[in-house]
């Protein structure tokens, strides 16, 4: 009997492995095969500029916040049609005053302060009060540590001419590779996840994410919304499912290149990655369902939404396979079973290698016209072994905070340490 | 007009961080071909399925004969008394452990990497064949990769007998357990990066 549902269970586990292996072999073949139809500025050749309010929620990031600021002044697009909002979330630091510094400069920036009263709780709230400041009819949004290119508004809003898009995510690039491992593994995901993954879901009309940086919405769609979910650590994929389940849709445009300061240490990795996971699992639980049964969308759509959405949850099944698959493999070894074990880590670094394959990595680092850089995919396997731990911690505590009642999340911010600016 | 002025602003600035950092992304172009035509493609995918049951063909036959000898000759050498067996069709070691106890091995495709060879196989089919670069090289390439998945396989199994013949029969589903499976795709994405870096190179010209 036991033998029976230890194979039961590694049946399943393999099947839901085997489902992202296939998926993001679809997306390394697409991303190869389909020449980018993407346009570049405007949609029918039209020179469509709406109104742009640029949010740049900043907590403490006087290191980094000055270079990207100065970084919008030099933006292309219209100064009578831009504005810009830095909202400094209860800083302690000097990042208050290089906003106001710039506010006093240029007439279309503001500073939006926040006390210690309300500050500190988060992205999603401190975005809803750049919100109640916003009176473009898109909105963009930009971490502190972030160094746009100077046409990428343009390269944002031109999407916003069809009717149907709510929101366009550009693509996002590390910028201080070299300096770490950690950040050259890192700007492989990046590499995988959008030269590939992203691109290739935009190419088969899918389901693209918002990021939460880098990412353009129209104004009123999300007021429509009720602006972000403060109770959620990662509002972007919050916003993501909310502007599906709207009926509306969301594109993703490759040209637009946004520069980051990736983590440079596995402890800043652990804290974003373990935020981040969690804030997905929150998202699972509040999205799946609604997701599911909305009549807003297709069923590759959907298959492809709750394949996103389960996302964090695969390498807990990753280390939960590993475990059944032991026991099998001692308990009750057979020849067949050898194969199928063998397969295993194939379908594991497949699918949860860093949530994008290394295949999937592979053919985005060629795409690029990347070569040294290759060498570095078996690596890979060790973020993978760490978002093992990380996924079960983060399910973990979200299951005692909804045992315990408690439904505040602590926000664990990213530290910049500003070390991008050799690189601008 | 606007947008030639405006591209050109963006890929100096790319450039200008792309010379600053190692490694750094080089401008890219949406337009240029990523694959083969379409025709080219098919049939390089066509002519490379031949080349890789021919190869598996030969390698399913043959490699298992290869192993016995193989570990054979290696564990005698290290003074390890081997006997090899054709027991149902199968070769087989049986191993005199150092406790008198034996450990009788059969050498089966599983057991023989040829898994992993297969998925390198499949992996550099779709994924390989179809980028620019010559027929030949990736044919080099695959070969290559089988020939380093196969000596892997004689090292991992030949580690995991000589280490049961000093701690005991049990010892060797332990070696091979912690040693198969991860190392095994640890070879097969070490292998296809290597690949990728050329075929990249090549496409970069």
Redesign the interface.
């Known amino acids: 009997m036991l033998v029976l549902i230890l194979y039961f269970i590694f049946g399943f586990l393999v099947a839901v492995m085997s489902m992202y292996l296939m998926r993001h072999y679809v997306f390394s073949f697409t991303a190869l095969s389909k020449r980018s139809d993407q346009p570049l500025y405007s949609l029918h050749g039209l020179s469509f500029k709406p109104t742009v309010s640029v949010l740049i929620p900043a907590r403490n990031e006087e290191a980094v916040v000055g270079t990207l600021l100065h970084r919008i002044t030099e933006l292309t697009y219209p100064k009578d049609k831009l504005e810009v909002i830095l909202i400094n979330d209860a800083s302690t630091d000097n990042t208050g005053r290089i906003a106001d510094e710039f506010a006093k400069t240029y007439d279309y920036f503001k500073a939006v302060h926040r006390g210690t009263d309300i500050g500190g709780r988060g992205k999603a709230s401190a975005l809803n009060d750049g919100l109640k400041h916003a009176t473009g009819d898109v909105l963009t949004f930009f971490d502190a540590d972030y160094y746009p290119q100077v046409d990428i508004v343009e390269k944002l809003t031109s999407y916003f001419v069809d009717p149907e898009v709510g929101a366009v995510q550009g693509r996002i690039t590390v910028l201080n590779e070299p300096t770490t491992l950690v950040s050259r593994l890192v700007a492989l995901e990046r590499i995988g996840g959008y030269r590939v993954d992203q691109l290739a879901r935009d190419s088969l009309g899918l389901i693209p994410q918002c990021g939460g940086t880098v990412c353009a919405v129209r104004r009123d769609l999300i007021e429509y919304l009720g602006g972000w979910d403060h109770e959620m650590l990662t509002e972007d994929t919050d916003l993501t499912f909310q502007i599906y389940e709207a009926g509306y849709k969301i594109r993703y445009a490759n040209e637009a290149e946004c520069y980051e300061e990736a983590v440079e240490n596995w402890r800043s990795y652990w804290r974003q990655r373990h935020r981040w996971a969690k804030g997905h699992m929150q998202c699972f639980f509040k999205h799946f369902l609604a997701f599911a049964r909305s009549k807003n969308l297709r069923l590759r759509e959907k298959v492809d939404g709750l394949l996103v959405l389960g996302i964090y949850f695969v390498p807990i099944l990753v280390g939960l396979s590993w475990l059944v698959g032991a026991l099998i493999f001692f308990l009750y070894p057979v020849n067949w079973f050898y194969s199928v074990w063998i397969l295993l880590p194939v379908f594991t670094y497949s699918s949860a290698g860093n949530f994008a394959s290394f295949f999937e990595v592979g053919t985005g680092v060629y795409l690029d016209g990347r070569i040294r850089v290759s060498w570095i995919i078996p690596v890979l396997l060790l973020s993978l072994i760490l978002n093992v731990f990380i996924c079960s911690k983060a399910l973990f505590d979200l299951m005692l905070s909804n045992v315990t009642g408690k439904k505040v999340h602590n926000w664990a911010k990213t530290v910049h340490s500003g070390g991008n600016s050799k690189y601008c | 007009m606007?947008?030639s002025i405006?591209?050109s602003?963006?890929n100096a600035?790319?450039k200008l961080?792309a010379g600053?950092?190692?490694?750094?992304?080089?401008a890219?172009s949406?337009?240029a071909r990523?694959?083969l035509s379409k025709n080219e493609s098919r049939v390089y995918v066509l002519a490379g399925l031949t080349v890789l049951a021919v190869s598996y063909s030969i390698l399913w036959l043959s490699f298992p004969f290869f192993l016995m000898e193989a570990m054979g000759r290696l564990l005698s050498a290290a003074q390890v008394s081997v006997t090899k067996t054709l027991g149902s069709g199968v070769p087989s070691l049986v191993v005199r452990l150092i406790d008198g106890r034996y450990l009788n091995l059969p050498l089966?495709w599983?057991?023989c990497g040829l898994?992993?060879v297969t998925?390198f196989g499949l992996?550099f089919l779709?994924?390989m064949y179809?980028?620019h670069g010559s027929f030949w090289l990736k044919v080099a390439w695959l070969e290559l990769g089988f020939l380093m998945g196969l000596g892997w396989s004689l090292i991992r199994l030949s580690l995991a007998t000589l280490i049961s013949y000093y701690l005991g029969a049990g010892a060797f589903?332990v070696v091979e357990?912690l040693t198969?499976?991860?190392t095994?795709?640890?070879w097969?994405?070490?292998a296809?990066?290597?690949v990728?870096?050329t075929?990249?190179?090549r496409?970069?010209g």
Do not use: Y
């Open positions: 606007l947008i405006q591209t602003k963006s600035f790319f961080c600053k950092m190692l490694g750094a992304p080089r890219r949406s337009s990523e694959l089966t599983q057991r898994v992993s998925v992996l779709f994924l179809p980028l589903a357990f198969g499976p991860l095994d795709i640890f097969v994405v070490a296809w990066s290597l990728l870096s075929l990249t190179s496409k970069n």
